[in-house]
């Protein structure tokens, strides 16, 4: 193995065919999954381009891992069973923390920081849940936490927020953050295929975890949206407060008659600033089928954002594998390469996380946020039934856009009833729908989509 000091100056060639000498940014990785190992790669194979961007050596010096990876070349690179002997190695300048979870990681990293060590990590969920007490550990020992491929893998939205779109007050974002439940909704829609069906392939193919909670039912993209609303909004994170819904109760007749109405379904994560505060959100959601992220499919990720003076911009990509999150891990390394070489570190990656500059705004209770809605119920064919509903829906001042009543079958004396409302408030829609479920001539429950139309 290779001593650390051997690597601490070392002579490169640039693209440009200088050889400089530089003081080397010395790696330790914990994990060599598919992320780790591909970060690995990606380091050894672009060396001399990331050197050049990073105006210094990038070198992993140490690994942290239960087990090689025959996918990974680790001569010359120390390797410990200890992932925490990485995290005190004083010859590391920064920590990549690759293992996951949220109990373990958490410890490793505030191990690193305590050890003066800068950290980048992939790590969504404990961002999203440990993030505000990582962030003030890491401002007060005087060293950064970069997070670029926590969310949508390669997309570089982390950087969009804090750099490209700083001059703008963001109005909304919405996004696509989770590539699992894009692929069974967009497998459903396209060959009429039930849910359970596509999650058992998304399980085989890789894309779905043996237990599939996190994507299904929304948490993983929620973990993801209260990143991305605490840097648009400059708000602490606080995931307790996302209201979170999967696709489980998505069937292939709602897209079917979504898109006779001209709509697609596309599981959302939505984060909007108001007068009334701020609403966080994630929940299957009608959408044009003629926007853009309507027609984002497979495990692709989108995500769009409006700003105050750019308007709308969306950025697509791969939102996970091991080449398209390193990439992402890789640009927070280059980042703080540049700012070591300059000497200068931004501790935290927006001002929205120095105490401070955080914004005191409400969360808006879901029975107070407004969108349209799409709602299909069994009615009995018979006069009269139509008209009851309607009333109901005048009672709590919600309007009807679209109707379609299906043609019954023979033999069928109830028929599906697909209703699309104006703007309501979802306490009122609440209300409706517990007054048509109650009714002798419905059926069962009522299926209950949100609708946006995602203008600027």
Not at 24 to 35: E, Q, W
Not at 248 to 264: F, S
Not at 305 to 319: D, I, K, N, R
Not at 438 to 454: H, Q, W
Request: one cysteine or more.
């Amino acid at each position: 193995m290779a001593t650390p000091d051997s690597r601490d100056h070392t002579i490169i060639q640039l693209p440009e065919a200088i050889s400089i000498n530089l003081q080397a940014v010395r790696i330790g990785i914990c994990g060599l999954g598919t992320v780790g190992s591909g970060t690995f790669n990606v380091l050894r194979e672009n060396a001399g381009e990331i050197a050049a961007r990073a105006q210094a050596p990038v070198l992993v010096v140490h690994v942290g891992a239960r087990r090689d990876n025959p996918a990974c070349d680790l001569t010359g690179v120390r390797v410990s069973r200890d992932i925490f002997a990485v995290a005190t190695d004083p010859e590391v300048d920064v920590l990549v923390e690759l293992i996951g979870g949220t109990t373990v990681a958490r410890e490793l990293i505030e191990t690193a920081i305590r050890a003066g060590k800068h950290v980048v990590t992939a790590n969504k969920a404990l961002i999203a849940e440990f993030g505000n007490e990582l962030f003030a550990l890491a401002a007060e020992y005087n060293v950064a936490v970069r997070y670029e491929a926590a969310v949508a893998g390669g997309i570089p939205i982390i950087k969009a927020l804090r750099e490209g779109l700083a001059g703008n007050r963001i109005e909304w974002l919405a996004g696509i953050i989770n590539g699992t439940g894009n692929f069974i909704l967009s497998e459903m829609r396209d060959h009429g295929r039930e849910f359970a069906d596509v999650l058992a392939e998304a399980q085989a193919l890789g894309y779905a975890e043996a237990d599939p909670t996190f994507d299904v039912e929304g948490i993983d993209a929620a973990h993801k949206l209260v990143i991305l609303a605490s840097l648009a909004f400059g708000i602490p994170l606080q995931f307790s407060s996302v209201y979170t819904e999967g696709i489980t109760g998505v069937t292939p007749q709602d897209l079917r008659y979504a898109e006779e109405l001209g709509y697609r379904i596309k599981h959302l994560g939505i984060a909007k600033q108001g007068d009334r505060g701020v609403e966080l959100r994630v929940h299957p959601t009608l959408i044009p089928a003629d926007r853009l992220l309507a027609n984002v499919n497979g495990v692709k990720n989108a995500v769009l954002v409006e700003g105050s003076a750019v308007g709308s911009t969306l950025y697509y990509g791969a939102g996970a594998g091991g080449k398209p999150t390193a990439s992402a891990v890789v640009a927070d390394l280059v980042d703080l390469a540049r700012d070591l070489s300059a000497g200068q570190i931004s501790r935290v990656p927006s001002l929205s996380f120095c105490h401070e500059s955080l914004q005191d705004l409400p969360i808006v209770p879901m029975a107070e946020v407004e969108t349209s809605w799409y709602l299909r119920m069994e009615a009995d064919d018979r006069p009269g039934v139509l008209s009851r509903i309607a009333t109901i829906f005048s009672d709590q001042g919600i309007s009807i856009e679209a109707l379609i009543q299906k043609a019954p079958q023979a033999g069928q004396t109830r028929v599906p009833l697909i209703v699309l409302t104006n703007r309501a408030p979802q306490g009122k829609v609440d209300i409706a729908v517990q007054q048509i479920e109650e009714l002798d001539s419905v059926a069962g429950r009522v299926t209950r989509i949100r609708v946006e139309v995602l203008d600027g």
